[in-house]
């Protein structure tokens, strides 16, 4: 512990724990940042717990705390947004820097920077609401069939919580799909289906480089993981450590380390795979700001590895803390 | 690290839950009313009372007076069907709508809500059946799916519930050896219809019900709340056995003091007074002696008046900007009282689907899903005129209308918007929370 660190020790540390926003996963947001916060709590934090909305940048003003834990889903909390704006304002936070977290939010941008760095991911196509409304849709969507093969994956290129996804084997319930697709957001990423296992791998940093929490196996008990089985327990089995071959928990933990490096990724991460039987492991998503509810995968496995959340949240508010001041002092 | 491989449902009581439980799951459109909530969001979900029509001072007077003359009273248990005096008191309210009754007769409840818990818990076995209008009031169909009682609908048209569907329907089920527990309705300012059935109506369903043997359930919460003056005679001043009426103080006072009552004919009084001991032991004495000394002080009727004025004067604002706003195809109902406006969207557009989109738009309503039990109403939607202000009405629709116009648009594109097959919301999880009733 540097002599910063143990100076920080002293005092009561200040965190605003942010949660909630506009988006359309406010209510996992909101569940999440309640658990942060009662865990810093019980680390002995000061948590001050604030809405995004525009009371945030005079309160944060302020209040001046010593760090900001952004637990925003989706647009404004994983877009970058909200990192530029404590940037702005000179407020240390945990997690990634806005271009990383922008780069990484955008699915398809993410999936490309993880194939030029080695790692499979499946086929898909990137299409807006703009290229069916120009070009046809009845003509665009049989070109997608033809080039990845039903059945594919409908989802917004940017999102979570799978709101607006579906899996789509037949080619009549792919116009339906891309309408569900395009209500979270313009555009969608099609993406072939992959069989196999579901699998989170999180990544925590706490200031010795990044480490691979156990692999969590997800066996929801409907067709796929969808929000209900997201947020209903008791819907979804899940399995830490996944029940996997060694090298393929090897396989999966080198991916999300990798996505985490490469992706230029701080703090804490969650990505998300598919295990092939004998094909091997493919990319995908990560998520800069990872559910932390009662039912979300990060905290499953922070209790797998035997590490209290509220710890663990703590060691990231520090290690926040930390940076900010080597960056400033630079 | 641990090494131990098991499954984890992350909850232990998994094994413990009742099977009527299981349905009780997460749901995409119900996270989507939590946005709703924020104040950037014209909400017009929401079937909230317009509180601030209400004098605080008044209400204010009213409980210190009634703390100052039966504090001692308010603050203890009290008697199972309700405080004496209350029930005298919702006589005299019951009989502006024709309805004489004796206050034995009456059951003080926790809401209406609580009311027709009850009538269900004391008729309704599993697998029973009861007919309700097509759409019908979120909170009842959520009451019978908890009690595992079957829904038939049928059909309304412009005066309400109709009278030969209705004819038929029982004629089916008689047919079929199955006799429908009660038929529910709304016959006064529908909620989610926003249509009144005319007496002549009334008296033809109750004269069905009658020949048919079939309890009437009328649930009646909007009843003082009529914009044309006069107010309708219920269906239970017609008949004292064979209707039950549900009556509220949520809409003409206060929904957060949570008293509501049932007028039952003497043995159904009984059983429902009973059922309340096992639920609640007694309604709160409180929320009770609060609004009877309101009512015993303060000129109650001209704060329904009031009342009356602010909702009209909204639902006069929802009117104008569904016309102004609204793309070719859209139709919708023009309440002459209560909350409710009930659109129907252009064909082939999904109220469901749509929703997420519209909460991107910042307007939030209740899809037309809701209010069936079976998955109908995707081209339906609820606008609730109650609670925003006329300005924020008017600029809900229009959000609203540039919405539908991007959902058009999107029908031309891929010549549907509904989402893929089965995702119709039809259990509870697809049901709004409590603030969207």
Redesign the interface.
């Known amino acids: 512990m540097n002599a910063d660190q143990q100076a920080s020790e002293m005092t009561t540390l200040r965190v605003v724990v942010l949660a909630?926003g506009?988006?359309?996963?406010?209510?996992?947001s909101?569940r999440s940042g309640r658990r942060i916060a009662e865990a810093l709590r019980g680390e002995g934090l000061e948590v001050l717990e604030l809405d995004m909305?525009a009371a945030l940048v005079p309160t944060l003003r302020t209040e001046r705390p010593d760090a900001v834990f952004p637990v925003l889903h989706g647009a404004a909390g994983e877009d970058g947004a909200i990192r530029d704006l404590l940037d702005l304002l000179d407020l240390p936070y945990v997690g990634s820097a806005p271009a990383e977290s922008r780069l990484t939010y955008d699915k398809p941008l993410a999936k490309a920077a993880l194939r030029r760095a080695g790692i499979e991911t499946p086929g898909s196509v990137v299409l807006p609401?703009a290229a069916?409304?120009e070009l046809g849709?009845a003509e665009v969507l049989r070109a997608v069939e033809e080039k990845l093969n039903l059945p594919v994956v409908v989802k917004p290129a940017k999102g979570g919580s799978a709101?607006?996804v579906?899996i789509?084997r037949d080619a009549a319930?792919l116009?339906?799909?891309?309408?569900?697709c395009?209500?979270?957001g313009d555009t969608a990423l099609i993406e072939q289906y992959v069989a196999g296992t579901e699998v989170a791998i999180s990544v925590i940093d706490i200031g010795e480089g990044p480490v691979a929490l156990?692999p969590v196996e997800i066996?929801p008990d409907g067709a796929f993981y969808?929000?209900?089985a997201?947020?209903?327990?008791?819907?979804?089995?899940?399995?830490?450590?996944?029940?996997l071959a060694a090298e393929t928990i090897t396989a999966v933990t080198e991916a999300a380390l990798t996505a985490h490096r490469v992706l230029g990724l701080q703090g804490l991460s969650r990505t998300d795979v598919i295990v092939q039987p004998h094909a091997g492991v493919k990319y995908l998503e990560t998520n800069v700001a990872p559910g932390m509810t009662?039912?979300s995968l990060l905290p499953?496995a922070l209790e797998?590895?035997?590490l209290d959340l509220g710890a663990t949240c703590a060691a990231l508010v520090r290690q926040a803390i930390s940076t900010a001041r080597g960056v400033a002092g630079q | 690290m641990t090494t131990e491989s098991h499954g984890n449902r992350l909850d232990p009581h998994l094994a413990r839950y009742a099977q009527r439980t299981h349905s009780m799951t997460a749901s995409e459109i119900r996270s989507l009313f939590a946005v709703a909530s924020r104040p950037e969001v014209v909400s017009l979900a929401g079937g909230m009372p317009n509180i601030a029509a209400l004098s605080m001072d008044v209400v204010s007077r009213s409980v210190t007076e009634m703390l100052a003359k039966r504090g001692q009273v308010a603050l203890q248990y009290g008697s199972g069907n309700g405080d004496p005096r209350l029930r005298e008191q919702i006589c005299d309210i019951v009989a502006l709508q024709g309805i004489t009754t004796h206050p034995d007769d009456v059951v003080v409840t926790v809401g209406s809500q609580m009311a027709l818990d009850l009538v269900t818990r004391i008729f309704c076995d599993p697998g029973d059946v009861i007919v309700a209008e097509a759409p019908s009031y979120v909170g009842a169909l959520g009451v019978f799916r908890a009690y595992q009682v079957g829904v038939e609908h049928v059909a309304m048209d412009e005066h309400g519930l109709e009278p030969t569907a209705l004819r038929e329907r029982l004629e089916t089920l008689a047919a079929q050896g199955r006799t429908p527990k009660f038929v529910y309705t709304i016959p006064t300012f529908h909620n989610p219809a926003g249509l009144s059935q005319p007496q002549q109506r009334r008296a033809e369903i109750l004269q069905i019900c009658q020949s048919a043997g079939v309890l009437v359930i009328e649930d009646d919460p909007y009843g003082l709340l009529g914009f044309e003056g006069s107010i309708p005679e219920a269906i239970r001043a017609h008949d004292s056995d064979g209707v039950i009426y549900l009556g509220s103080f949520s809409k003409t006072f206060a929904a957060g003091l949570r008293v509501g009552w049932a007028v039952a004919p003497h043995g159904v009084r009984e059983k429902l007074t009973l059922a309340a001991e096992a639920a609640v032991l007694c309604p709160p004495a409180y929320s009770q002696l609060t609004i009877s000394t309101y009512l015993e002080t303060q000129p109650w009727m001209d704060q329904v008046k009031t009342f009356r004025e602010v909702y009209r004067e909204r639902r006069d604002a929802a009117l104008e900007s569904l016309a102004q706003f609204m793309p070719a195809g859209t139709t919708w109902t023009r309440p002459d009282g209560g909350f409710y406006v009930w659109v129907t969207l252009p064909d082939g557009i999904d109220a469901t689907s749509m929703l997420p989109r519209a909460v991107t738009a910042r307007v939030a309503y209740v899809p037309g899903t809701a209010f069936y039990i079976d998955g109908q109403g995707r081209q339906n939607l609820r606008i609730s005129y109650c609670f925003p202000t006329p300005d924020a009405i008017r600029e809900g629709v229009r959000r609203l209308g540039g919405v539908l116009e991007e959902e058009l648009e999107l029908l031309n594109t891929f010549g549907t918007t509904a989402g893929p097959a089965g995702s119709a919301p039809t259990d509870q999880a697809a049901a709004p929370g409590p603030q969207t009733l």
């Open positions: 909630g506009l988006s359309h996963e406010r209510d996992v909101v909305d609401h069916f409304r849709a709101l607006g579906s789509v319930e116009p339906g799909a891309m309408v569900a395009f209500s979270y156990p066996v969808d929000y209900t997201r947020y209903t327990a008791g819907l979804t089995e899940f399995f830490t450590p996944a029940r009662e039912t499953q797998a590895a035997g």
